[in-house]
């Protein structure tokens, strides 16, 4: 089965700082990756993906995400760590096993980000 | 361009009833996806639909069901509701039934009583 897995449930930096936000997956076949954030009451919003290429992504807002196959990992960071980058972070990975665009998440990480 | 838009934004129920989300996705977006998420969780994926036609279902039961109109808005209906059904209900559109970028709508905040 495909999944993927958030290991933190919180996450705290402080403003400047570099932030991290770990994701694993599991998944058959090459994995089409996805970030997304979530402010409080409001939807998701879509950060950055990983399709094929470089193992490095850019998104948007600062964030970037390395991909990792021997690792089967997909970690969110930013080099400088924003109060207002304080939201709750989702990874999601395109379930191959049918011809949809059917995401599977992770359970989210809360990330904090102290003035 | 306006994004997804859902309504309503807020609702509540008693168990026993009837409920009707509805999401009209991006213009130009044919294809809209429903998810749950329940309060702490990551969404769950409920429905695609694409051209009008159900493209994939969730590990849902038979009280939920959705339908996508000729101008591509969608609707869901939950039956007989439970108190288990109170979540937040995600609406996505995208351009194509396998197109990697999906736009979320807010959402509608279901609470059964």
């Known amino acids: 089965a495909q999944s993927v897995a958030q290991p933190e449930d919180q996450v705290n930096v402080a403003e400047g700082n570099p932030l991290t936000v770990k994701c694993t997956y599991s998944v058959s076949g090459n994995p089409y990756l996805f970030w997304y954030v979530q402010y409080p009451n409001r939807g998701l919003q879509f950060l950055l993906k990983y399709i094929t290429g470089d193992n490095l992504v850019k998104g948007s807002y600062g964030f970037e995400a390395e991909f990792n196959k021997s690792q089967t990992s997909f970690h969110l960071k930013k080099p400088s760590a924003l109060v207002s980058d304080s939201a709750l972070y989702f990874c999601a990975v395109r379930d191959r096993s049918g011809n949809t665009g059917k995401l599977i998440f992770g359970q989210g990480t809360t990330l904090q980000v102290k003035p | ?113």
Do not use: M
């Open chain 2, 1 to 113: 361009d306006a994004g997804v838009t859902q309504s309503p934004t807020h609702l509540i129920k008693t168990r026993g009833q009837h409920v009707t989300l509805r999401c009209s996705p991006i213009s130009g977006h044919k294809s809209v996806s429903w998810y749950q998420q329940v309060l702490g969780q990551g969404p769950q994926f409920i429905f695609q639909y694409y051209e009008k036609e159900e493209r994939g279902r969730g590990n849902f039961p038979d009280r939920f069901s959705a339908r996508q109109f000729p101008n591509y808005s969608s609707e869901l209906n939950v039956n007989a509701l439970l108190l288990g059904d109170s979540a937040l209900y995600l609406c996505a559109s995208s351009l194509g039934q396998v197109a990697y970028e999906q736009y979320f709508g807010p959402g509608t905040r279901l609470t059964v009583t």
